[in-house]
Nanobody, 120 residues
Framework: QVQLVESGGGLVQAGGSLRLSCAASGSLFRINNMGWYRQGPEKQRELVAEITSGRSTNYADSVKGRFTISRDNAKKTVFLQMNSLKPDDTAVYYC??????????????WGQGTQVTVSS
């Protein structure tokens, strides 16, 4: 089982910054795509940013120019740098990793979620 542990969420004022981290524990697997999703109150979960094994990135229009996703393959970690935060960014943020176990089985794992609250 690939377990993901998130950190970095919290309360911040509008215009501030936060940096989220998500690290995978375990071994005997290869990670391909990594991504960050969020779910605000009474909203569906949406893709915020994703990064491929080749480090190509894709961002939601609402965060483009403000958020940056990156990865550290050696540490099996994905980051989300969030700048110029707005109250609309308030949500529970989830990381996701997709890959392959060495036995050939595909996996898609999710973190437990971390709360980001942006005050006006």
């Amino acid at each position: 089982q690939v377990q993901l542990v998130e950190s970095g969420g919290g309360l911040v004022q509008a215009g501030g910054s936060l940096r989220l981290s998500c690290a995978a524990s375990g071994s005997l697997f290869r990670i391909n795509n990594m991504g960050w999703y969020r779910q605000g109150p009474e909203k569906q979960r949406e893709l915020v940013a994703e990064i491929t094994s080749g480090r190509s990135t894709n961002y939601a229009d609402s965060v483009k120019g403000r958020f940056t996703i990156s990865r550290d393959n050696a540490k099996k970690t994905v980051f989300l740098q969030m700048n110029s935060l707005k109250p609309d960014d308030t949500a529970v943020y989830y990381c996701n990793m997709e890959g392959t176990h060495y036995n050939g089985r595909l996996f898609s794992s999710w973190g437990q979620g971390t709360q980001v609250t942006v005050s006006s």
